[in-house]
């Protein structure tokens, strides 16, 4: 074990103001999961500052916990993964991939969940903080009814893989599972247990590709205890409950200072607006 994890494991505690809980059980569980998204954002600030993102443990924790920063999906759930293993959740990676318009699947290793096992006999757990609007808390794997969460009604249906002329076949040969909110697929999840090396692809597609949202414009975001703020470039958005407010922000000196009261995040420079594409990026 690396000696400096429990240290580590302290002040990632305090990076998202929670206490250690006393055992790791689901409602821990539900309580760091809701911690983490109101207090870590998720934002791809790293893709268009040119800053090597490596899926390696120490550095995810190093820019999460040290440098107070945020990530995207491969960060977030994968530091998020450390914190949990060290306070003794059981906990594995899954991959999955997001359904696109049309119901079309995005590329393997599109995004990366947590199976986690507590020890009061519940679950299995999908944890996921890097999803951005989400569940605020874990969904049990196991469930195919209704999940009722503040964030919408969630549900997983077993995949049916594509038949002839378009229409769903059999289901999925591994048991795949789509993940459904408010009765729309947001992503199809493979129960197979994966390494984070496995995601080098996916995080290196995402942070590359024209065809990736994230290379398009700087985006970061959190839940607040009523909605979610984002900020997108000069945009401000707040949404509370279905309502949504938005502020444009004057000048460069407003947005670095939105950065810093809203999602804690200190930078000498801001992002370009509109293309990440073609930086020096490191696969790790």
Known sequence: MDPQLPRTTE???ERIGAARPARPDAAALRELQLRHLTTVPFENLSI????????????????????RRGGFCYELNGAFAVLLRALGFRVTLLQARVHG???RLGIPY???????ETDDGTGPWLAD??????AEGPLALGDRA??????????????????EGGVDGAPCAYGDLDLLRDGAPEFRLDLRPRALADFRAGAWYHRTSPESGFTRSPVCSRFTATGRITLKGHKLLTTVGTERHETLLGSDEEVLAAYREHFGVRLDRLPPEGGGVGVSVSNG
């Open 11 to 13: 002040a990632y505690l």
């Open 129 to 134: 903080v890097g999803f951005g609007d989400h």
């Open 101 to 103: 318009e049309a119901g």
């Open 48 to 67: 268009h500052l040119g800053e090597d993102i490596v899926l390696e443990e120490k550095l995810l924790l190093d820019k999460i916990v040290a440098d």
């Open 146 to 163: 209704d999940q009722r969460d503040p964030r919408g009604t969630f549900r997983f249906r077993i995949a049916q893989a594509p038949a």
């Open 110 to 116: 599109d995004h990366m969940a947590l199976r986690v």
